[in-house]
């Protein structure tokens, strides 16, 4: 007779563990995609800044070589450009909106531009 038993607690259980229905997976999947679609666009905005400072550090630092080699009356080797495009002077950032920096060579300083 325990043995019965032990058969039917063992289909009792069964039946009691179902998981989940499609209904709750499907909020599930609706509450992911909301916060998908929420992250997403600052995500880029984030990436978009980081590739403007990036460019701004770069033509920033060429830059102030130039204007210590002028200084110094020597010729500064070709710009390579790994985070800006463009040339000395006005730089273009590789970002979704193309921001502009522009250069001053006579005072070493950079601003970011539209």
Avoid: H
């Amino acid at each position: 007779m325990t043995m019965m038993n032990k058969a039917m607690m063992n289909r009792s259980q069964m039946n009691k563990a179902k998981g989940f229905t499609l209904i709750e997976l499907m909020i599930v999947v609706a509450i992911i995609g909301i916060l998908a679609a929420i992250a997403l666009p600052a995500y880029q905005e984030y990436v978009d800044k980081g590739k403007v400072n990036s460019c701004l550090a770069e033509a920033s630092a060429y830059t102030k070589a130039k204007a210590a080699a002028d200084i110094a009356d020597i010729v500064l080797d070709g710009y390579v450009a790994a985070a800006c495009t463009g040339t000395v002077g006005a730089f273009v950032a590789k970002d979704s909106d193309t921001t502009s920096i522009n250069c001053d060579t006579t005072t070493a300083t950079c601003s970011v531009g539209t």
